[in-house]
């Protein structure tokens, strides 16, 4: 409805709205009473028609100011046309701004309204001269004080908008920065505590226990997962650091592809497992086939933690619609270790990674064990 309205008074219809209403002024104006012009004496016809032109080059206001001013000021010492130059003084208002200017139209419309007066009324005195001055001076200061004002509004328009820009600049900024030293401090303390483990487990591989075959296939079990945890902290750390990544991941991208191998890491641990996946997931895009990944490796972690020597299901189902995806552990037979860090973080940020694509995600009980199921819908153009 506004865009509507601005529409229906844009420039170009004020204009002729006021062209027409300073015409019919001056025609009225010549047939209610003499012109105060030099063409006085004039038929009445004639007198309508000069001050009818004359109005009619107000249309030209807005691209020809001055011009259409000099005009309307030559124009009021041949026919009385007062609603004309008071349009055409209040338009040279809107446009310039130097005093010498300014004064040089006020001088310039005085004199051609002392000279018009006085050619049709030898006897116009101080009053008369009052008005024609007035005439000028009043629209033109109006003018001035609109333009002036305009001029200010479109200034604190634009610092408010400078400053919204810099107030964004200085928040992405901050986040950045806060960011960075995130990244920093996961890499001094994560990354060094991993270190630390995956040079433990080659001691073990090495050292006194290295003819314990089961010590040496658990040492290098603990040695892949560490390199793999690593290879993933810097990947997180590169999107987390500001300025370009100076790592870059040496393993495939996750992928549905890769879940047997998942599978078969986890039988190497101890872990009983049954995958099953139906469909063509290659048709799936890059970030949905990481989800799927990393559902699938959360929820296995968290079967192993609390629910030791289940039987673990994996279902991924790729349809038309997009991916289902369950992983159910039933009742452990062993006992949950109690020392490893917990708080189900894993699973609010894998229904965070869901909700990112569209998708939905449910994790709780489910028998005598635990169920996680996620569906994502296909996203057409995301790589």
Not at 16 to 31: F, N, Q
Not at 124 to 131: I, L, N, P, T
Not at 288 to 307: D, F, W
């Amino acid at each position: 409805m506004r865009a509507q309205e601005r529409s229906h008074w844009s420039p170009r219809r004020v204009d002729a709205l006021v062209t027409v209403a300073v015409i019919a002024l001056g025609v009225v104006d010549s047939w209610v009473k003499p012109s105060s012009g030099l063409l006085t004496g004039l038929p009445t016809p004639v007198i309508a028609a000069a001050s009818g032109a004359v109005g009619a080059t107000l249309w030209w206001r807005r691209s020809r100011p001055d011009l259409v001013a000099a005009v309307v000021i030559v124009a009021y010492v041949m026919t009385f046309t007062p609603a004309a130059l008071a349009v055409a003084m209040y338009t040279i208002g809107t446009v310039h701004r130097r005093p010498r200017i300014l004064a040089a139209y006020t001088v310039a419309g005085f004199i051609a309204g002392i000279a018009g007066l006085r050619g049709g009324l030898p006897d116009a005195g101080v009053r008369e001269a009052a008005y024609s001055l007035a005439l000028i001076l009043g629209p033109l200061a109006v003018g001035y004080v609109v333009a002036v004002r305009r001029d200010l509004t479109a200034a604190t328009q634009a610092r408010v908008a400078d400053l919204e820009r810099e107030h964004l600049v200085l928040d992405e900024r901050a986040r950045a920065e806060e960011r960075a030293a995130i990244a920093r401090e996961m890499h001094d303390v994560v990354g060094h505590r991993v270190s630390n483990m995956v040079l433990a487990a080659g001691a073990l591989q090495v050292g006194p226990a290295a003819g314990h075959p089961d010590v040496v296939r658990t040492a290098e079990l603990i040695r892949s997962d560490g390199r793999q945890a690593l290879e993933e902290l810097r990947e997180i750390l590169g999107v987390l650091s500001v300025g370009p990544v100076h790592w870059a991941p040496t393993t495939p991208q996750p992928d549905v592809a890769q879940l047997p191998g998942i599978v078969a890491h986890a039988t190497e641990r101890g872990q009983s497992v049954q995958l099953q996946v139906n469909g063509h997931p290659e048709t799936l895009s890059a970030p949905v086939q990481r989800a799927v990944h990393r559902i699938v490796q959360e929820s296995l972690t968290n079967a192993a933690k609390h629910a030791p020597g289940a039987q673990v299901r994996i279902y991924v189902d790729c349809r038309s619609d997009g991916v289902h995806v369950s992983v159910g552990n039933g009742a452990g037979t062993g006992r949950p270790y109690a020392d490893l860090p917990s708080g189900g973080h894993g699973l609010v940020g894998l229904a965070e990674r869901v909700e990112l694509l569209d998708g939905t995600l449910t994790a709780g009980p489910h028998g005598d064990g635990f169920l996680v199921s996620a569906f994502i819908p296909h996203r057409q153009g995301v790589s």
